[in-house]
């Protein structure tokens, strides 16, 4: 069986497009060949990687990667998940479908690193729930 490979991409990387990739690959990654990357080099948020231990998916090994790391590759499905309110979003063209779901920008977040880390936490979940809705079989 082929899978679908399907790309996340953010501004830097660092936070939603890991949480995405990490995500999806744990919940349907029989399904999907998942990949992440952004436009500019940082490095993967450690509160990033915390929440996501907090539901068993490893992003230890993740690292940063700009979308010319990626070469001459395509996609089936490239997925852009920045704030489109306040960052504008990369566009790369995809074999079957280009989607974007502006999701808040966790790396942004001020306050004590609880408060902090509870943001990080609701985009978890946000986009938990929206890669379920859109990437579960029989999904929309």
Known sequence: MNKTSVLFVCTHNS??????????????????????AGTERTH????ATSVMEEVNVDLSD?????IDDLGDRTFDVVVTVCDAAREACPYLPAEEENLHRS???PSSAQGTDEERRAVFRRVRDA??????ETFAPGGD
Not at 62 to 66: D, E, L
């Open 103 to 105: 999701f808040e920008d």
């Open 127 to 132: 986009l938990a729930d929206w890669i379920d």
């Open 62 to 66: 993740h690292h940063s990667k700009t």
């Open 15 to 36: 936070a939603r497009s890991q949480m995405a990739e990490g995500l999806l690959r744990d919940r349907y990654g029989d399904q999907y060949d998942v990949y992440s």
């Open 44 to 47: 993967v948020r450690p509160l």
